[in-house]
């Protein structure tokens, strides 16, 4: 079978590609359970692209589903995908509250680090400060302003401890601007603090920031901005290094296993399982399968299905291969012979 490179996929799978290598780097963490290593190793051993067509506009979207998850919130891929996910369904959200002349805000709640061993004893206890919270908000009549909330919890690493932290929007009226509700201001930050201590039942004074939801750049939207710090990953690769110890890792597991990492007010439904494509309306036209090189760390293009749709039973499969360089095309092309 000849051989056909197709390098408009080359950019597409990027992305991917350098998550699957950054996985490299943390595995070892893993050595407690080979079991839990096995998942986290062989994720993404598989990915597959999907194109589908609106059935009435005609529309093309591409996403990408996983074959092969592991399911771990220190699996960057998994997040990712996770990520990708939720997009929609906050993009949507933002617009129904922007549609109703709500604006959002964001605000970072943090409490003082502790031990690996404390982690979850210190987020269960920073949950219930923020209940608290909010019904102090309430009480202070911020129900005639304060009409949503997402929050994400955040955890990074700093040597022999864990810094775990909010990050929530708010979604306010153009009431809560008014000057005698607006703390939003430097000179009223302090009262989120002191609020947020009186909650925290703390003898030290934490680090509260709020801020109004902004543009990252000129080509993003408030919008865009907004979901892209919201959806900052619960933890980061770079941040798994610094716990450098497996004995360390296994302590971190069993701390934040079964933890929920985003939570969001009563009025506001997020789905994490949620499928990108209503199949009802949107046919599938395309389907790419990538499978992973551990020899070459690369992707290659297993397989292409095209011209997909509900009509034809009997799809024709052309196998074509993905290359980057010289070195995968001539691995490939050997297992042709």
Known sequence: MKLIIDKTNVNSITKFTKLKRNKRHIQKLFDFDQSIKKRFCTCGNTIQIETREHQETKQKKSAVTQAHTCQLRYCNMCNYYKVRSLSSQMTNIFMCFDAEKYKGIFLTLTTKNCEYSDLRKSISHMNKSFERLIKRLNYRGSGD????????????????????????????????????????????????????????????????????????????????SSISELQKYCIK????????????????????????????????????????????????????????????ADYELFEVHDNIRKSDETTTVNEQVLSKNKKLKKLLLSYKK
């Not at 000179?187 to 934490?206: G, I, N, T, V």
């Not at 933890?259 to 399982?273: G, P, Q, W």
Request: glycine share 2%; net charge positive.
């Open 145 to 224: 302003w304060l009409k949503g909330w997402i929050r994400s919890t955040e955890v990074t690493f700093n040597g022999d401890d864990c810094h775990p932290h909010f990050h929530i929007i708010l979604f306010v009226t153009d009431d809560y601007f008014k000057k005698q509700n607006y703390i939003l201001n430097k000179a009223f930050k302090p009262q989120w603090s002191y609020l947020w201590r009186d909650c925290l039942k703390a003898e030290y004074m934490p680090i509260v920031d709020i801020k109004k939801t902004y543009k990252k750049n000129l080509n993003t939207s408030a919008v865009q």
């Open 237 to 296: 690769a770079t941040d798994l290094k610094k716990i450098k110890t497996s004995k360390n890792m296994e302590i971190v597991y069993t701390q934040l296993k079964g933890l929920r990492f985003l939570a969001t007010s009563k009025n506001i439904k997020l789905n994490e399982k949620e499928k990108i494509f209503d199949k009802k309306i949107w046919d599938l036209i395309k389907l790419e399968i990538f499978k992973w090189h551990k020899e070459l």
